[in-house]
């Protein structure tokens, strides 16, 4: 089985089980927590192991979020060590964070331009998504990347706006030499 279909049924029964004990919220904010955890290089070499034994596993995982998460969330990440899917944990978490966001009406939205913009922009732009959407809350993430000289780039679900200059330019440069071929043949 994927990995992919391996995280995507565990975050779902994760979920699952959020909604049911009213505790979405909670556990989302503690799968964010560890996604902050899985940043560190070590951690995750640990969970993906196969030298650690599971109960070493469940002990550093013990001493790292017991009291700083809810009860559900450390008893789903005790489950997965005992089925011998840690080395998911990441993947899951993803996942987790991903079906949130469905299951609220959250899209993710990303914008690059060549400067920053300011919060009356980006409002308008979420504003804008909102409207060609059937999604309830935008969340934008901006990119400066000074390599698209002017204009912008969105991108959001599977559509790609490419606004740039630096797309235009080259286009532009394509259809020069494209011309440029055909004269002197």
């Given at each position: 089985?994927?990995?992919?279909?391996?995280?995507?049924?565990?975050?779902?029964?994760?979920?699952?089980?959020?909604?049911?004990?009213?505790?979405?919220?909670p556990?989302?904010?503690?799968?964010?927590?560890?996604?902050?955890?899985t940043?560190?290089?070590?951690?995750?070499?640990?969970?993906?192991?196969?030298?650690i034994?599971?109960?070493?596993?469940?002990?550093?995982?013990?001493?790292?979020?017991?009291?700083?998460?809810?009860?559900?969330?450390?008893?789903?990440?005790?489950?997965?060590?005992k089925?011998t899917?840690?080395?998911?944990?990441?993947?899951?978490?993803?996942?987790?964070?991903?079906?949130?966001?469905?299951?609220?009406?959250?899209?993710?939205?990303?914008?690059?331009?060549?400067?920053?913009?300011?919060?009356?922009?980006?409002?308008?732009?979420?504003?804008?998504?909102?409207?060609?959407?059937?999604?309830?809350?935008?969340?934008?993430?901006?990119?400066?990347?000074?390599?698209?000289?002017?204009?912008f780039?969105?991108?959001?679900?599977?559509?790609?706006?490419?606004?740039?200059?630096?797309?235009?330019?080259?286009?532009?440069?394509?259809?020069?030499?494209?011309?440029?071929?055909?004269?002197?043949?």
């Amino acid at each position: 089985m994927s990995v992919i279909r391996i995280a995507t049924r565990y975050a779902k029964s994760l979920l699952d089980l959020a909604v049911e004990n009213n505790k979405l919220d909670p556990i989302y904010s503690d799968i964010l927590y560890f996604e902050q955890v899985t940043q560190s290089r070590e951690f995750v070499l640990m969970l993906k192991s196969p030298i650690i034994k599971a109960d070493k596993k469940v002990s550093i995982i013990k001493t790292i979020f017991e009291g700083k998460i809810d009860s559900i969330t450390y008893s789903f990440f005790e489950i997965i060590v005992k089925k011998t899917r840690e080395n998911y944990l990441p993947e899951i978490a993803a996942a987790f964070v991903d079906q949130y966001n469905l299951h609220k009406g959250i899209r993710k939205a990303k914008i690059t331009t060549a400067s920053a913009i300011d919060e009356t922009l980006k409002a308008s732009i979420e504003k804008t998504i909102l409207e060609s959407t059937d999604s309830k809350q935008i969340d934008l993430e901006t990119v400066v990347d000074d390599e698209i000289i002017g204009g912008f780039v969105l991108q959001y679900d599977d559509k790609l706006f490419d606004a740039s200059v630096a797309r235009k330019l080259d286009l532009l440069k394509k259809e020069f030499n494209k011309n440029t071929y055909i004269k002197r043949y």
